[in-house]
C-alpha cells in the first residue's frame, strides 16, 4: 500500500511567520503534488513536482514556494503567511509513466494562520 | 483551460434510493479518476477509469466514462449511510500527469 505522510494534522501560526509543511512517501513515486482546499472551490493545485529538484507551479502558486531534495520527501513553505492561507492542505504522490495517473493522497494539514 | 464541472454540489437522500452524480469536463481526455472524502479526512480513490465506455462497480457505487460526451457518472444504487461523503471527479489533461478536480458533490444520505 502507498504511504503518505504529513508532517502536521493541525497547525496554526500567526501572520508573517515562515512556515514549513512536509510530506514523505514510501512508494518511491516520481511525482508529488501540493493541493490547497478551500470549501466551494474544490481542490486547486499549488505545485509539483516531477523528479528530485524539480518543481513546476500549479494554479496558485503565489505565496508559496516548494523544495525537493530527496524524492520521498516533497516540502512545501510559505515565506510569509497571511491569513487568506488558512486552509486544509492536501499532498498527493503519483508513480509517474505512461498510464499511471492515479494520485494517492496524505492526510492533509489543516493550517490557521492568525 | 481544463474545466472540471460536477452537479449536483449537494445531495440529499433517502436510504434506499437511487441518485447520479455527473460529472462533465471541457477538454479531450481518456482518463478519469473518483475520490471519496470522509469528512475532516484525506481522499481516497474509488475509480480509475481509463478509456471510453469503462465502467467500474464496487459495492452500491458504479462509475462510467463517455469520453465522447465529456461525461462521467458516479451512480449510486439503494443507498446506505455510511455513504455519506464527499465525492470528487478529477480529469488529466491529455497526455499531462497534472489532475483538475471538480468543486465536488456533497452526499447526505437520510435514514
Known amino acids: 500500500d502507498v504511504k503518505v505522510t504529513q508532517s502536521s494534522r493541525y497547525l496554526v501560526k500567526r501572520t508573517g511567520e515562515k512556515v514549513f509543511l512536509e510530506c514523505v512517501q514510501d512508494m518511491d513515486h516520481e511525482n508529488m503534488f501540493w493541493y490547497r482546499q478551500d470549501p466551494g472551490l474544490g481542490l486547486r493545485l499549488i505545485y509539483f513536482s516531477y523528479d528530485v529538484k524539480m518543481k513546476e507551479k500549479g494554479d496558485i502558486p503565489e505565496g508559496y514556494s516548494v523544495s525537493r531534495e530527496k524524492k520521498e520527501r516533497f516540502s512545501l513553505i510559505l515565506e510569509s503567511a497571511s491569513t487568506n492561507q488558512t486552509s486544509m492542505y492536501l499532498c498527493?504522490?503519483?508513480?509517474?509513466?505512461?498510464?499511471?495517473?492515479?494520485?494517492?493522497f496524505g492526510p492533509g494539514t489543516r493550517l490557521t494562520v492568525t | 483551460e481544463l474545466k472540471v464541472e460536477q452537479n449536483p454540489l449537494f445531495l440529499s437522500m433517502q436510504e434506499g434510493k437511487n441518485y447520479t452524480i455527473y460529472c462533465n469536463y471541457s477538454?479531450?481526455?481518456?482518463?478519469l479518476y473518483w475520490y471519496r472524502q470522509d469528512p475532516g479526512k484525506s481522499l481516497e480513490s474509488l475509480f480509475v477509469l481509463l478509456s471510453n465506455g469503462a465502467v467500474k462497480q464496487e459495492g452500491r457505487l458504479m462509475a462510467s466514462l463517455d469520453t465522447k460526451a465529456r461525461l462521467s457518472t458516479l451512480h449510486i444504487t439503494a443507498a446506505v449511510h455510511d455513504l455519506s461523503a464527499t465525492y470528487f471527479c478529477?480529469?488529466?489533461?491529455?497526455?499531462?500527469?497534472?489532475?483538475?478536480f471538480g468543486t465536488g458533490t456533497r452526499l447526505t444520505i437520510i435514514p
Open positions: 498527493a504522490t503519483q508513480a509517474g509513466g505512461a498510464g499511471e495517473y492515479e494520485q494517492y
Open positions: 477538454t479531450t481526455s481518456d482518463r
Open positions: 478529477a480529469v488529466d489533461g491529455f497526455g499531462n500527469e497534472k489532475l483538475t
